[in-house]
């Protein structure tokens, strides 16, 4: 505002070295372990796309799954459509891709043994097994096996079958499931910093769906097929909190997901070429 003033400032030198001794080659270096939390590198990587410093700027790649694991989840979906679709429910999963073998029970019903769904795939043997109810005591109290069917695989199938992906005949990489780092049907996975979940220490990752999918028949439902795009967001433990019992350096704790999905019949031409109905969705998973 065309104010002028006087100033009086004096600099004591208080320390100096001159040559190649004056100092060490980290002090030129940016070496804070989680810089790209803190820094924004926008203007720079507009620049500098191709930098290798530009794709560590996007943080820590997401964890993968181990080949066998035993996961809880306890699933909400909300359908803005469909209120018959809106519920929580609880899925128990053991994997295992080695053995090419996998067990799902879902558990949606008021009784937690007698309303459980089982599907056990056991591929080496060419064996899928569906039922309902747990099954596994002397007494009738309502958890009896019912609507027991075994059916042999089918050959050299890709997709989900009910609750299972298989790729190419074999149970698919645990990966799969939740598309854990899935280049084929999803954006790169892209980090989103540190954050909690249930008061855990984690990190979060987002990345963006778009899959289509033919589902075949089975004994519980007509084959269709389905188009699904979401927005996807990944939460995992950080390496520092664990479960005593875990022998993984991080373990998955949440999945949300917000989207739609698009469902088709198969017409007598053999297409999937009959609307059958569309549909957005709000889900969360929690492990």
Not at 135 to 153: F, H, K, N, R
């Amino acid at each position: 505002d065309g104010k002028s003033g006087k100033f009086d400032t004096k600099y004591q030198i208080v320390s100096f070295f001159s040559g190649p001794q004056a100092f060490d080659e980290e002090d030129m270096q940016f070496i804070f372990e989680d810089w790209y939390a803190q820094c924004d590198t926008t203007s720079y990587c507009n620049t500098y796309p191709s930098n290798s410093l530009c794709s560590a700027s996007r943080g820590p790649e997401m964890p993968s799954l181990p080949d066998q694991f035993f996961a809880a989840m306890e699933g909400t979906w909300g359908d803005d459509e469909n209120e018959g679709y809106s519920g929580t429910w609880v899925l128990e999963e053991w994997y295992d891709y080695p053995g090419n073998m996998a067990h799902v029970v879902l558990h949606n019903g008021p009784d937690w043994r007698g309303d459980a769904m089982h599907q056990l795939d056991r591929l080496d043997d060419d064996q899928k097994w569906i039922w309902i109810g747990d099954g596994d005591d002397d007494d009738s109290d309502g958890d009896e096996i019912q609507q027991c069917v075994l059916t042999p695989a089918i050959s050299n199938f890709t997709g989900v079958d009910v609750f299972i992906s298989e790729t190419a005949g074999h149970i698919a990489s645990p990966s799969r499931w939740f598309r854990w780092n899935d280049n084929k049907f999803t954006t790169s996975d892209i980090w989103h910093g540190y954050t909690t979940v249930r008061g855990i220490p984690a990190q979060k990752w987002k990345s963006t769906w778009t899959e289509y999918d033919e589902v075949p028949g089975s004994p519980l439902q007509k084959t269709y097929a389905s188009n699904m795009t979401a927005s996807v967001s990944y939460y995992w433990s950080n390496k520092s909190w664990n479960i005593i019992s875990s022998n993984w350096d991080t373990v998955p704790l949440r999945l949300e997901m917000k989207g739609t999905y698009k469902l088709y019949n198969k017409s007598s031409s053999g297409k999937y070429d009959i609307f059958w109905t569309e549909s957005s969705f709000d889900s969360t998973f929690s492990m």
